[in-house]
């Protein structure tokens, strides 16, 4: 009988090739899931974060405050539908305390009632944050939330760049806070004070010095009796005062009165450096008065505050007083 010379199947040779690319093929698919999963983890916490965001801005229209972390209704996990990122750990909610407390003494500079003003009357916030990953820098940043992201640990800390120190925790800032936000490891997001106030519909003004210029005077003359004038801020009716020159004295030897023309004359409140003074001088408005003495062109700059200490909201205008002969 012969032989058949055709032969139906596979070589052994074939079936190991194909065996070592079926295998290649599984290997190749399984070694993707996990960067498949880690991203679409990233996606949703980025939505996650998100979500907080406007939450927050939500409420802080509604409330005229920022949540807080103390419990409660006003607690961030309350107000935020999803307190988590897609790993399921809570998110890292940080914020000027100013902006959510009332209580003077665990918040110095809080507002002693929550008002509109209590977001809308601010120029300023505890809280300046950096991106490692671009270098920017991003001033009076208000609240900011953070994800751990797939490496369960907070990259970004409580330091100027690079990150350094104390990695960030949910809390209430009460002083002056620079953040390192490690935008690489972490997933973060903020808000500042003027996107706030956009959010929560602010229409006065912030605290500022009304008066854009002096008039000029001459010497042995009598001073013309000029009202520097504060508006905005906290809605303070007494806001404190400092008057910084190089001499720390007052510019062409002229008075600076407590709230009239024969108020009494603010002594204390002249600095080099009102950053650091402390003794600024109480009064609705100053007025500016006498008979200048030094002759030619003064530069000077006028600092505002709506409170007490040196956390309160401040304001300040360059001047030129110029003193003819």
């Excluded at 405050?65 to 750990?89: M, Y």
């Excluded at 062409?252 to 001088?281: D, E, M, P, V, Y």
């Amino acid at each position: 009988m012969q032989r058949p010379t055709d032969t139906n199947g596979f070589t052994l040779v074939e079936l190991a090739v194909s065996l070592v690319v079926i295998g290649l093929l599984i290997g190749l698919g399984t070694s993707m899931v996990g960067p498949l999963m880690s991203a679409i983890k990233v996606r949703e916490s980025r939505e996650n974060l998100g979500a907080a965001v406007e939450s927050i801005n939500s409420w802080a229209s509604s409330n005229n405050r920022l949540p807080d972390v103390a419990g409660g209704t006003s607690d961030f996990k309350g107000v935020v539908r999803t307190p988590a990122d897609a790993w399921g750990r809570d998110f890292i909610y940080l914020y000027d305390c100013r902006f959510a407390s009332t209580d003077s003494v665990a918040c110095p500079g809080a507002a002693p009632a929550i008002t509109k003003d209590t977001i809308c009357g601010r120029r300023t916030t505890n809280i300046t944050l950096t991106d490692h990953n671009t270098g920017a820098s991003i001033q009076n940043v208000v609240y900011a939330v953070f994800s751990q992201s797939d490496d369960a640990a907070a990259n970004s800390t409580f330091s100027a760049c690079p990150p350094s120190g104390t990695a960030v925790s949910s809390g209430p800032r009460t002083a002056t806070t620079p953040v390192c936000a490690d935008t690489a490891n972490d997933l973060v997001r903020w808000a500042t004070l003027d996107e706030l106030r956009t959010k929560v519909g602010c229409q006065g003004p912030q605290l500022r010095i009304v008066n854009n210029e002096l008039p000029y005077g001459s010497l042995s003359s009598p001073y013309p009796d000029v009202y520097v004038v504060a508006d905005g801020g906290l809605g303070s009716s007494n806001y404190q005062w400092c008057v910084e020159t190089t001499s720390a004295s007052a510019p062409a030897t002229l008075a600076f009165r407590q709230n009239s023309a024969t108020g009494a004359a603010l002594l204390t409140i002249f600095s080099s450096n009102c950053s650091t003074h402390t003794t600024w001088g109480s009064a609705t408005q100053l007025v500016v008065n006498g008979t200048p003495t030094i002759g030619g062109s003064h530069y000077f700059k006028i600092f505002v505050r709506d409170g007490a200490t040196a956390a309160a909201n401040k304001a300040n205008k360059a001047f030129v007083l110029t003193i003819n002969p």
